[in-house]
């Protein structure tokens, strides 16, 4: 094994979600003496190490050139996402295994490398083109699933759907209900470019793990589980009363925090939330120990349809400062989440980071990071009675100022740390396979 490892990652971007995951991976891994760079399609951060190889088409250069926070900005990207929901589309678009990599600006990047790295890639590398990269530096590859597109036939998230069990093909989330579908079409290329390169897969939840484990394309491939990290300098244990002074939020109240990007998404699970609300406040309305006018409802993203919870309720739009985010977990007693279907998500791992309670459903991360009343509570799956108990028993629970939860996988260090291994694992199985 080399003595200086050198690495390349892939990702579509640097920032914003999936994207600011590989991010954090990337310069944790600098900061233990891993040479690492990135290669982007569109670049955020004003880092040298990051460079653009993808060539954007003009909307997605405008979209990637918009600042969320600006009026503009924030109404152009409100107003897409409302007419995606609208016209029945996913928020992740189905992935058509479109290629915008130009392989001559990367070429050098892979000289003397040890490891390609691959995160997010949706309409950045195509399958084809990963079969180029690795015929190029001839080196193992590692991806890290955000979600489960990497091993079905172009969708995100397949819901209740088997196909990528199979070969995929009949898509529920493509128009035409054929066999010879674009799913098909696509796990046929996945099939053919990537089935017999060195790939090993990480995943940052078990529930992905099993996905991957029981899909048709990579069920005998390594899987590797290694919780994504969060910035620790700001999602952190901090002073209840300060995080609520500072965003201007009632000090008597308990604060029960939720969002979502899209309310509307099914597998957000937001109309599970909206009946356990209900079921909550019909519960302390019998209360002697805690009455509806105690709760404040915080929410994030897009603003929920009108509805009377019996609570009072603040919303605060998108936000997209992560120091503004982390004084969200850091005021609230409780952080909901009920996501049906997800990889994560990250709010999680923030929210656990901050010594929150997360009240979700059994899927994604939750299984991983709740693992003791301290830290919230895993309801059964869909089951809004039950995500009701949760919420009713963080919120009755005697409020701390700054409770602290140790959990020192979702900092940088140790997931770079433990991708470092890896790298160490795959590198020598490589030489033995050659």
């Known amino acids: 094994m080399p003595s200086s490892l050198s690495v390349v990652h892939f990702s579509t971007s640097d920032s914003h979600g999936a994207h600011r995951a590989t991010y954090l991976l990337h310069r944790a891994l600098l900061s233990i003496g891993v040479q690492s760079r990135m290669m982007v399609k569109f670049k955020l951060n004003a880092d040298p190490s990051i460079t653009v190889v993808g060539k954007p088409s003009f909307p997605e250069r405008l979209r990637s050139s918009l600042d969320p926070k600006s009026k503009f900005g924030s109404f152009y990207l409100e107003t897409r996402r409302s007419l995606r929901i609208r016209l029945g589309k996913p928020m992740h678009s189905f992935n058509e295994n479109s290629n915008a990599l130009l392989l001559q600006d990367a070429l050098h990047h892979l000289q003397d490398v040890d490891i390609i790295l691959l995160s997010w890639i949706d309409g950045f590398l195509s399958t084809g083109m990963i079969r180029r990269l690795y015929e190029q530096a001839h080196v193992p590859i590692i991806w890290t699933l955000m979600d489960v597109e990497p091993v079905t036939g172009g969708c995100h998230y397949p819901g209740t759907c088997r196909g990528y069990t199979r070969r995929c093909g009949f898509c529920p989330q493509l128009p035409l209900h054929q066999e010879q579908d674009l ?30 484990k029981s899909s048709s394309l990579f069920r005998q491939s390594r899987v590797e589980h290694i919780l994504l990290s969060v910035d620790t300098r700001l999602f952190r244990a901090a002073s209840k009363k300060k995080a609520r002074h500072s965003l201007q939020l009632p000090p008597d109240k308990r604060i029960i ?12 699970g937001m109309r599970y939330l909206v009946e356990a609300l209900h079921i909550l406040e019909k519960r302390l309305r019998a209360s002697r120990t805690l009455r509806p006018q105690s709760i404040l409802l915080l929410s994030a993203g897009e603003r929920l349809p009108d509805v009377d919870f019996g609570f009072s309720l603040k919303h605060i739009g998108f936000v997209y400062d992560m120091q503004t985010l982390a004084r969200l977990y850091q005021a609230s007693d409780v952080f909901a989440c009920p996501s049906i279907e997800d990889g994560g998500p990250m709010m999680i ?27 919230g509570y895993v309801a059964k799956l869909g089951d809004a009675k039950d995500f009701a108990e949760g919420l009713y028993q963080c919120v009755l629970r005697k409020p701390s100022g700054s409770q602290k939860i140790k959990e020192h996988r979702c900092s940088p260090e140790f997931q770079a740390r433990a991708y470092r291994r890896l790298f160490s694992e795959v590198i020598q199985a490589h030489g033995k396979e050659r």
């Open 257 to 268: 925090f939720f969002g979502a990007r899209s309310m509307a998404e099914d597998r957000k």
């Open 183 to 212: 799913s098909r079409k696509n796990w046929l290329s996945k099939y053919a470019d990537l089935s017999d390169l060195p790939i090993t897969f990480v995943v940052p939840s078990r529930w992905l793990l099993q996905k991957v």
């Open 349 to 375: 791992n923030e929210a656990i980071m901050c010594a929150t309670p997360t009240v979700a459903f059994q899927t994604g991360v939750a299984s991983d990071l709740i693992i003791s009343s301290e830290r």
